[in-house]
Each structure stands twice: as C-alpha cells, then as structure tokens.
C-alpha cells in the first residue's frame, strides 16, 4: 500500500523567508510524486511533479521539490515566500504504469501561511 | 484556456435524499476524474474516465455513488441516498492522458452538505 505523510498541519513563515513543506512517502517500486497547491475558493493546482531523472524539480511559482530516495522524503522548497504563497499545499504520490494500481494517495495537507 | 467547470458550487441535501454533480472537462482532455475531499483529508479519487469509458472505480462506492461520462466530455456523478458522511467537497478534474500522471487541472468543486 502506498501512503503520504505531511508531518505539519501547519507551517508559518516571514515574508521574504525561505520555506519548506514536509513530505515522506511510502509506496512499493519507483514513486511518481506531486505537489498541488489549493487557495481558498479555487480548486487544486498543479505545481510540480517527480517522475525521474534529476532529483530537484522546478516548478510553478518559485517552488521547487527535492526527491530524496534514502529518505523517502519530496519536500517543497521556495528561497523567498511572499504572503501571496499562503495556501493549502497537498503531496501525492503514485507508482509508474506497470507497477500496480495507479490511484494516487494525496496527503492531508499543510497549510502555509506566510506573514507580512 | 478555459479551466475544469463545476457545477453547483454548493449544495445542502438531507439524508437520504439524492444529488447530481456536473462537469465540463478541458476541451481535449480525454481523462477525466472525480474525486471526494473530506475536510482534513487529501482528495481521493473516486473514478477516473478515459474519454468515455471506466479505467479505474475501486474507491466508488457503487451501492450509492454512481458515474457517467456520456460521448466522452461532459460527466455527472449521483449520489443515491445520501449519507452524512458524503459530506465533502467532490473535484472533477481532467488531463490530457491517463495513467502517466495526476489530473493536472482541476476545477473549483462542489461543496455538498448532508443534513
């Protein structure tokens, strides 16, 4: 079985601050991992995914993920936040085809709330 | 680029009663997914459609939920009868091909609440 895991409900930053959201994985065989982001009122956005290759990923926005394999870990990473960036940040990760079911488990969420 | 649309955006239903969702995918994307997003809870996915046939509905809960996607475009999902526990928000969202990655694009989801 394949899980997520988002350690932090929530996670507060300085404007101007770099910011890291948490996430570990577990799922058999190689991950396919995803970042989505969800502001109030609007629906999930994609922001980046890691499918192979290079192990950071650039994505929307100034964010970018490293995928760690030994620890399991695809934290979201931005140098600077801005107050624009507070949202509720979703991980997500599923197996390649061929590896077995490819529903895709979404973690709980952390919301960042980034201060003026 | 039109986005993912959903309709209603709110909806308040006693128990017992029955509810429909619509949805209008990105023009062109042959996936199309319905997911159910508890409060506190990540979305799950309830079915995923490839233009108009069912690729994967294990997480449906088919003695009540049920899902359609008619010439491959437009879909609705039903709930018949509604439990509390219903009570979420149901994304539709679409992508270009399936089983590679997430629907990329989702739309802005339909709060149900069951009384």
């Known amino acids: 079985a394949q899980s997520v895991a988002q350690p932090e409900d929530q996670v507060n930053v300085a404007e101007g601050n770099p910011l890291t959201v948490k996430c570990t994985y577990s799922?058999?065989?190689?991950?396919?991992l995803f970042w989505y982001v969800q502001y109030p009122n609007r629906g999930l956005q994609f922001l980046l995914k890691y499918i192979t290759g290079d192990n950071l990923v650039k994505g929307s926005y100034g964010f970018e993920a490293e995928f760690n394999k030994s620890q399991t870990s695809f934290h979201l990473k931005k140098p600077s936040a801005l107050v624009s960036d507070s949202a509720l940040y979703f991980c997500?990760?599923?197996?390649?085809?061929?590896?077995?079911?490819?529903?895709?488990?979404f973690g709980r969420g952390t919301s960042l709330i980034v201060h003026p | 680029e039109a986005g993912v649309a959903q309709s209603p955006r709110y909806k308040i239903i006693e128990k017992r009663q029955s509810v429909a969702f619509w949805c209008n995918p990105i023009?062109?994307?042959?996936?199309l997914y319905w997911y159910q997003q508890i409060l506190g809870q990540g979305p799950k996915l309830l079915i995923q459609f490839q233009n108009n046939g069912v690729v994967d509905d294990s997480q449906l809960p088919k003695d009540r939920f049920s899902a359609e996607r008619l010439k491959g475009v437009d879909s609705t999902l039903k709930i018949q009868p509604a439990k509390l526990e219903d009570s979420a928000v149901y994304l539709c969202a679409s992508s270009l091909e399936a089983g590679h990655e997430l629907g990329a694009f989702f739309g802005q989801g339909t709060r149900l609440t069951v009384v």
């Open positions: 799922v058999s065989g190689n991950p396919y």
């Open positions: 997500a990760v599923r197996v390649p085809p061929g590896e077995g079911s490819y529903i895709p488990t």
């Open positions: 023009s062109g994307h042959a996936t």
